[in-house]
């Protein structure tokens, strides 16, 4: 039986252009409730999910449901203004296109995963996405990505992730699944190989134009 090889797609960040909506809107809330963070802290905790950024950030200090509402309320406004990172869709299509299974492998929750999806506008190719509701922990833990797995039935061993974050990364590690890094969240390609990318490119219109010599290549 032929294992079923795929790619699994972060989307915040990686697709959609929000790393630094987030970080605005999380360093509102985190000010909103009373508490001082530099936004640049702010930034390189995106990535994790809720659970994991308000503890990483306030330690003790913040209530996470608390601040979580707040930080959706504020992300929300932007829903409407947000756009697709150039390539986005073609990226997906063209890894379909090769006969990959394309899974989205989000913490987002649920309705704001199926803004996401409109916006980047390839849902005739995913195969399968996941979302909070999905999984009990955030990156850098990987549930997400076994809940993607699993939903997919992509087999892990001839997978690769693509993201944006070292929360990515090291979630992907942990899974002993590839991970290629795009710079257009913010955190710079050395600092993503330090995680251990193994390969980075700008955004996803730059990874679709080395696809077919790109980590990708392995699961062709």
């Keep these: 039986m032929t294992a079923t090889r795929g790619v699994l797609f972060d989307v915040d960040g990686t697709l959609v252009d929000t790393t630094y909506l987030h970080a605005v809107t999380w360093w509102e809330a985190i000010r909103q409730a009373g508490h001082d963070v530099p936004m640049a802290e702010v930034h390189r905790g995106i990535g994790m999910g809720s659970d994991k950024l308000v503890g990483h950030l306030l330690g003790d200090d913040g209530d996470q449901e608390e601040l979580s509402a707040a930080h959706d309320v504020l992300f929300s406004a932007w829903w409407e203004r947000l756009r697709p990172l150039p390539g986005a869709a073609d990226l ?31 849902d005739d190719v995913v195969t399968a996405a996941t979302s909070s509701s999905d999984a009990e922990g955030s990156k850098p833990e990987p549930d997400i990505l076994q809940a993607a797995l699993d939903r997919s039935g992509v087999d892990p061993a001839h ?22 890094g795009l710079t257009c969240g913010g955190t710079g390609a050395a600092e993503l190989t330090a995680a251990g990318a193994v390969e980075t490119y700008e955004n996803p219109a730059a990874l679709l134009a080395a696809l077919d010599r790109s980590a990708i290549k392995r699961l062709l």
């Excluded at 913490?107 to 409109?118: F, G, N, T, Y």
């Excluded at 974050?165 to 991970?179: E, M």
């Design 92 to 122: 997906l299509r063209g890894c379909a296109d090769r006969g990959l299974a394309v899974v989205l492998a989000s913490s987002a929750k649920d309705e704001e995963l199926d803004k996401l999806r409109r916006i980047i506008g390839a």
């Design 159 to 180: 997978s690769v992730f693509v993201g944006d974050s070292v929360w990515d990364v090291q979630a992907s590690a942990r899974l002993d699944i590839p991970c290629i």
